[in-house]
């Protein structure tokens, strides 16, 4: 398995987050997917924790790729491509089964999942290649960090430092229904007003570190025609910001 980070830098720049599993040796020819046993699946996801990978990776000429990978549950779907050596997800398993549900199984659909790389452009160019992994976080990290770039004109780095909040325990895709309102988690940045604001309007508050994982490559202008790249990292987890 490989892991890591690779993040930006001018003239060039890598970012992200690299990761996967190579299945054992092949004993004999097989004509289909190989299923790990139940027992190594428990050991890799109790070590592991996470599945989910994101890398950011832009080059001299500015080409920039956002990309994200995730097997969810069990170690995927335990399957792996025979001669290949990696796991195929099971995301499927996001289905609902509630006849009439907008998130019903049914042929040709795709389920309803958080697997988001992030791109945003900026007057038609390239601006910002970003993830944040982290299951539901995803979609509200994004939007923190985003904000924090755009609207609160923070550095690459700076919106991915920054104290965030992350909501649980609210209607699933899956059929699950919301019944007090969930709980609001909030890092230990956010100031003692807003979290006692917060707390008086009725909201369930935890205090906890985020469980987020954000990588970012930054491209801007450099005022004669060219441009230069900023990378980040997650301070939370494991990752680097590496240019070349």
């Given amino acids: 398995a490989q892991g890591g980070a690779q993040g930006g830098a001018q003239g060039g720049a890598q970012g992200g987050a690299q990761g996967g599993a190579q299945g054992g040796p092949r004993t004999g020819p097989r004509t289909g997917p190989r299923t790990a046993p139940k027992a190594f699946r428990e050991t890799m996801e109790a070590k592991y924790g996470g599945d989910t990978i994101y890398l950011t990776v832009a080059d001299k000429d500015g080409n920039m790729v956002s990309l994200i990978q995730s097997l969810y549950n069990g170690f995927g779907s335990g399957m792996v491509v025979p001669g290949l050596g990696f796991p195929l997800q099971d995301r499927g398993a996001l289905f609902a089964v509630e006849e009439g549900h907008a998130n019903v199984y049914q042929p040709l659909k795709r389920p309803y999942h958080t697997i988001m790389p992030g791109f945003v452009t900026k007057n038609g160019e390239p601006f910002l290649s970003f993830g944040v992994m982290g299951g539901f976080m995803q979609p509200q990290g994004q939007v923190q960090t985003l904000l924090n770039i755009v609207e609160f004109g923070m550095g690459v780095q700076e919106a991915g430092d920054a104290a965030r909040f992350y909501h649980t325990r609210d209607n699933q895709p899956t059929g699950q229904v919301m019944e007090d309102g969930g709980t609001l988690e909030l890092e230990g940045g956010v100031c003692e007003s807003a979290v006692s604001a917060l707390?008086?309007?009725?909201?369930?508050?935890?205090?906890?570190?985020?469980?987020?994982?954000?990588?970012?490559?930054?491209?801007?202008?450099?005022?004669?025609?060219?441009?230069?790249?900023?990378?980040?990292?997650?301070?939370?987890?494991?990752?680097a910001a590496l240019g070349y």
Avoid: L
Avoid at 200 to 210: C, F, L, Y
Avoid at 228 to 233: I, M
């Fill in 199 to 239: 707390a008086e309007r009725g909201h369930n508050i935890t205090r906890h570190a985020n469980s987020g994982g954000y990588q970012a490559i930054m491209r801007r202008a450099n005022g004669d025609g060219g441009f230069v790249f900023n990378g980040a990292t997650e301070m939370r987890k494991d990752g």
